[in-house]
Nanobody, 116 residues
Framework: QVQLVESGGGLVQPGGSLRLSCAAS????????MGWYRQAPGKQRELVAR???????VYADSVKGRFTISRDNAKNMVYLQMNSLKPEDTAVYYC??????????WGQGTQVTVSS
């Protein structure tokens, strides 16, 4: 059973930055692609960025050029550096494997609020 613990969220002004962290345990982390997902109030959860075990990345158009996903396989960690934050980035952010397992198991997530 994979365990995921997200951290690093908070309240930030528009244009600000945050770095999210995800600690993964419970299975062989390094062979899996990982993703950062987010869910805004009243909206479906969406994938914002993903990274393969070898480090190649893909981003949603809405965050391209502003967010950077990275991973440290030795530490079983995934990160999301978020720059130039916008109010529409406000959401609960989760990490998980990509693609998701069936059924997916989610951590508690970390709240990101972008507001002046």
């Amino acid at each position: 059973q994979v365990q995921l613990v997200e951290s690093g969220g908070g309240l930030v002004q528009p244009g600000g930055s945050l770095r999210l962290s995800c600690a993964a345990s419970g299975r062989i982390f390094s062979i899996y692609a990982m993703g950062w997902y987010r869910q805004a109030p009243g909206k479906q959860r969406e994938l914002v960025a993903r990274i393969r075990s070898g480090g190649s990345t893909v981003y949603a158009d809405s965050v391209k050029g502003r967010f950077t996903i990275s991973r440290d396989n030795a530490k079983n960690m995934v990160y999301l550096q978020m720059n130039s934050l916008k109010p529409e980035d406000t959401a609960v952010y989760y990490c998980n494997s990509f693609p998701l397992s069936a059924p997916p198991s989610w951590g508690q997530g970390t709240q990101v609020t972008v507001s002046s």
